[in-house]
C-alpha cells in the first residue's frame, strides 16, 4: 500500500498586459476566449470544455497527455467552482485536478487585475496541495506561466 503525502506550496506571477482590464476580465468570462488560450493549444488535445462564469458557477475541462510524455496519452480533467468574482477586477476560484479519474491536487487561485500606465497588471495567487504522484508545485508554476503566456497571445488578437 501507498503512503499517502501532501506537498503544500503558494506561488505568485505577476504579468502585464498592453490592454485594459476589461478586456482582459472578458478573455476569462467569454467561453470561447477562454477555451482558446486556457485548452486549445500544441501539446494536448482538448476533449470537454464547459464553463459556467458566475460566483457558484462551475467549470469543467478534460485533454489527453501527448502520447510521447511521461502521462503516455492519459485524460486529465479540472473541475474548477467559481468562489468571488468582481467585475473587470478580481476571480478567485478552487480548482482539483485529476489524471485517469484520480485527483493529485486541489488549489484556490486568486487573478487580481490592477490597472496600470500600460495597461494591465495581473497578479495570479495559487494555494495548492499537491498529492501522491502529482505534477508538484514547480511544474504546476510553470504550467500556469504557459498559461498566461497564451493568455498574451489571445489579447494580442
Do not use: C
Not at 33 to 51: L, N, T, Y
Not at 121 to 148: V, Y
Request: glycine letters at 8%.
Amino acid at each position: 500500500m501507498q503512503e499517502r503525502s501532501v506537498t503544500h506550496s503558494t506561488f505568485v506571477i505577476e504579468r502585464s498586459y498592453p490592454t485594459t482590464p476589461q478586456r482582459v476580465f472578458a478573455a476569462f468570462a467569454d467561453p470561447v476566449k477562454k477555451r482558446r488560450w486556457f485548452m486549445d493549444g500544441d501539446e494536448f488535445v482538448a476533449i470537454s470544455f464547459e464553463m459556467d462564469f458566475r460566483a457558484g458557477g462551475r467549470e469543467s475541462s478534460s485533454f489527453r497527455s501527448p502520447v510521447d510524455s511521461p502521462l503516455k496519452g492519459a485524460t486529465i480533467s479540472n473541475e474548477t467552482y467559481y468562489q468571488d468574482i468582481v467585475q473587470d477586477k478580481r476571480i478567485v476560484l478552487a480548482y482539483t485536478m485529476a489524471v485517469a479519474g484520480k485527483r493529485f491536487s486541489a488549489s484556490l487561485a486568486t487573478f487580481d487585475l490592477v490597472p496600470a500606465a500600460e495597461g494591465t497588471s495581473l497578479i495570479f495567487t495559487e494555494q495548492g496541495a499537491f498529492f501522491e504522484n502529482s505534477d508538484g508545485p514547480a511544474i504546476r508554476e510553470q504550467g500556469w506561466r504557459e498559461l498566461l503566456e497564451s493568455l498574451g497571445r489571445e489579447l494580442a488578437g
